[in-house]
Each structure stands twice: as C-alpha cells, then as structure tokens.
Nanobody, 119 residues
C-alpha cells in the first residue's frame, strides 16, 4: 500500500513557475513508476509526465520543454517543475504510483492539487 500526498499547487500568472511535490509513504516508492496527471472538469485525466523506477522520463507533447519530472528516492518524493505556465495548464494535478509484479498491478493516486494559471 502506498499513500501519496501532493502539495505545491496554487495561483500563478502566465509565464510563471510552480513546483509540485508528491510525498509517498507506506512502501518504498523507488520500485514504482511515478507519474503526474491532470484533469479539468468534464474531461478525462491525462498523463503529463512519468518517471520510471530507473529514472527514464516521458512527457506529453503539450508540456515538453516546459515541465520537468524528477524523483528523490531517499525522500520518497517526486517533483514536477513547471515553467512558462500557460492558462491551459490550469487543472487539478494528481500524483500516481504504478507497479506491475507478475500478474499483479498496483496503482495508487493522490488526492490532487489545484493549479490555476491566470492573470
């Protein structure tokens, strides 16, 4: 069992920056792929960025070059550095931990943190 708690959301002006944090507890997160997703009302939850247990990363096209995902396995924390924010980045951001062990899949979500980009 993994518990995930996001923090760092808030209101920022277009062009600004925010850093989201996701603190994991309950099990070492180092063996999980960790991801950030976002969702706006009435739409599906979309992948923003992912980092594997080995440190490989991938991003959605809409955030490439602006967002950076990283992890600190000692602190059991995953970060999302968001630069050059745009109004269309406004959403609730969710942290996800995912691991497949044989036929079993473990998938956990945080409660979400609101990011609002507006002048």
């Amino acid at each position: 069992q993994v518990q995930l708690v996001e923090s760092g959301g808030g209101l920022v002006q277009p062009g600004g920056s925010l850093r989201l944090s996701c603190a994991a507890s309950g099990s070492p997160s180092s063996s999980y792929a960790m991801g950030w997703y976002r969702q706006v009302p009435g739409k599906q939850r979309d992948l923003v960025a992912i980092i594997t247990s080995g440190g490989s990363t991938d991003y959605s096209d809409s955030v490439k070059g602006r967002f950076t995902i990283s992890r600190d396995n000692v602190k059991n924390t995953v970060y999302l550095q968001m630069n050059s924010l745009k109004p269309e980045d406004t959403a609730v951001y969710y942290c996800n931990a995912n691991r497949v062990v044989g036929p079993l899949r473990y998938n956990y979500w945080g409660q979400g943190t609101q990011v609002t980009v507006s002048s």
